[in-house]
């Protein structure tokens, strides 16, 4: 069936360091890629999102390119701020479904 | 702004109890889903609603229900509560436009004792 698998955390790192967080999908079809966030106390917002092969998605200095040749969709960020501390979910939908990764917490300390 | 919101924060309940989760938008929005966030195990789709007094289950739905009465109002309800469902539940909503994302509220922890 259709999933996500992203990379495991928690993630920690310095301000100004380089974030690459690693997710494959599975699907059936054509599915479109997003990115979640999720601060602390808050529910989740849509980071960014591509809906079809070679889309670049991007949004505050994240970006993820929709691969299908490795079936990826790696979330990167040049350099992390303390205030992107949170959780990130890769997510696809096909159908009437998304399908979410189990998140990775990401800590950025100055 | 758009909104989602979800009736209470935090809840505690003993076991056994029965339990509603209300979740309202004002998107006007066909689509709403219910989730419960685990540690370890990121979101998992409980039940989800396409239209007015429809429903579907999702992966795990056993131990709970839904209501859809009005297409604004999407309801969890927990039969008799267990241990087992002290969780994060989040509910979200979409549109019918394909390529739209889901709009989440803000989450109720909920804790069975």
């Known amino acids: 069936g259709d999933s996500v698998t992203q990379m495991e955390g928690p993630v920690t790192l310095s301000e100004e360091a380089c974030l690459t967080i690693?997710?494959?999908?599975?699907?059936?079809?054509?599915?479109?890629l997003f990115w979640y966030v999720q601060y602390p106390g808050e529910g989740l917002q849509l980071l960014l999102k591509?809906?079809?092969?070679?889309d670049k998605g991007s949004n505050k200095g994240f970006e993820a390119t929709y691969r299908k040749e490795t079936t990826s969709f790696h979330l990167e960020k040049g350099s992390v701020q303390v205030s992107d501390s949170a959780v990130y979910f890769c997510?696809?939908?096909?159908?009437?479904?998304?399908?979410f990764g189990t998140g990775t917490s990401l800590t950025v300390i100055p | 702004d758009v909104k989602v919101t979800q009736s209470s924060r935090y809840l505690v309940k003993r076991t056994g109890e029965k339990v509603f989760l209300e979740c309202v938008q004002d998107?006007?929005?066909?689509?709403m889903f219910w989730y419960r966030q685990d540690p370890g195990l990121g979101l998992r789709l409980i039940y989800f609603?396409?239209?007015?007094?429809?429903?579907e289950k999702g992966d795990i739905p056993e131990g709970y229900s839904v209501s859809r009465e009005k297409k604004e109002r999407f309801s969890l309800i927990l039969e008799s509560a267990s241990t087992n469902q002290t969780s994060m539940y989040l509910c979200?909503?979409?549109?019918?436009?394909?390529?739209?994302?889901?709009?989440f509220g803000s989450g109720t922890q909920l804790s069975v004792l």
């Open positions: 979200a909503s979409k549109g019918d436009t394909r390529w739209e994302k889901l709009f």
């Open positions: 690693n997710c494959t999908y599975t699907a059936t079809g054509y599915p479109s």
């Open positions: 591509a809906t079809k092969a070679d």
């Open positions: 997510a696809l939908h096909t159908g009437n479904q998304f399908y």
């Open positions: 998107m006007d929005h066909e689509n």
């Open positions: 609603s396409y239209d007015v007094k429809m429903k």
